[in-house]
């Protein structure tokens, strides 16, 4: 069974900064792509970024030049380094792992719990 879980969300206020990440575990071979999705309250869970396995990245337009996705293929994990928060960016913010191939299944996709980040103003 693969599980994703989210760790580094918390409280900070306008303009800092916060460092999520996300391990994948399980009988894992590989992963296609992996990204980071946020949900306000009563809206729509979004995109923020993603990340292939051989690094190309794509970003939602309101995180460019703010927030920064990595991964480290060989510890099935992502990071997501988020600079200048701003109170809009207040959510739950959830890992999804695609296309991830273990010794039974090839193909599916996983999404962690969530991480609750909150920016004060």
């Known amino acids: 069974q693969v599980q994703l879980v989210e760790s580094g969300g918390g409280l900070v206020q306008a303009g800092g900064s916060l460092r999520l990440s996300c391990v994948a575990s399980?009988?894992?071979?590989?992963?296609?792509?992996m990204g980071w999705y946020r949900q306000a309250p009563g809206k729509q869970r979004e995109l923020v970024a993603r990340i292939t396995s051989g690094g190309t990245t794509n970003y939602a337009d309101f995180v460019k030049d703010r927030f920064t996705i990595s991964r480290d293929n060989a510890k099935n994990t992502v990071y997501l380094q988020m600079n200048s928060l701003k109170p809009e960016d207040t959510a739950s913010y959830y890992c999804?792992?695609?296309?991830?191939?273990?010794?039974?299944?090839?193909?599916?996709?996983?999404w962690g719990k969530g991480t609750l980040v909150t920016v004060s103003s």
């Open positions: 999804k792992a695609e296309g991830v191939r273990t010794s039974s299944l090839y193909g599916a996709t996983y």
């Open positions: 399980g009988s894992i071979i590989s992963i296609n792509a």
